[in-house]
């Protein structure tokens, strides 16, 4: 089982940047698919972003695309979303899921019912 813990989050005007950070507790996170999701006040949550367990695919939004970035270090068993020119609509809690994977998969996964672990989350909140 891997605990994930989310970081990074706060307060920025629209436009701005921030960087989200997950880091898992397992040292076989090299083997979990990543992604991240966002829940904003009174919605479900949604797809962000989503990375295979090499960090050689990844899979966005459509409404994030060209804006985020998703990345992961396996030696520092982290990933991260970086989220740039922000809009008040990116507000949300954004949670990070994981999920164990075959080696050498190139799987990535967008769907909440196919993660396995979850972190608490982190507040994102954009000032307009």
């Known amino acids: 089982q891997v605990q994930l813990v989310e970081s990074g989050g706060g307060l920025v005007q629209a436009g701005g940047s921030l960087r989200l950070s997950c880091a898992a507790s397992?040292?076989?996170?090299?083997?979990?698919?990543m992604g991240w999701f966002r829940q904003a006040p009174g919605k479900e949550r949604e797809f962000v972003a989503a990375?295979?367990?090499?960090?050689?695919?990844?899979y966005y939004a459509d409404s994030v695309k060209g804006r985020f970035t998703i990345s992961r270090d396996n030696a520092k068993n982290t990933v991260y979303l970086e989220m740039n020119s922000l809009k008040p609509e990116d507000t949300a809690v954004y949670y990070c899921?994981?999920?164990?994977?075959?080696?050498?998969?190139?799987?990535?996964?967008?769907?909440?019912?196919?993660?396995?672990?979850w972190g608490q989350g982190t507040q994102v909140t954009v000032s307009s």
């Open positions: 899921a994981g999920r164990e994977v075959a080696a050498y998969s190139r799987q990535y996964y967008y769907t909440t019912w196919e993660y396995d672990y």
């Open positions: 990375i295979s367990w090499s960090g050689g695919v990844t």
């Open positions: 397992r040292r076989t996170f090299d083997s979990y698919a």
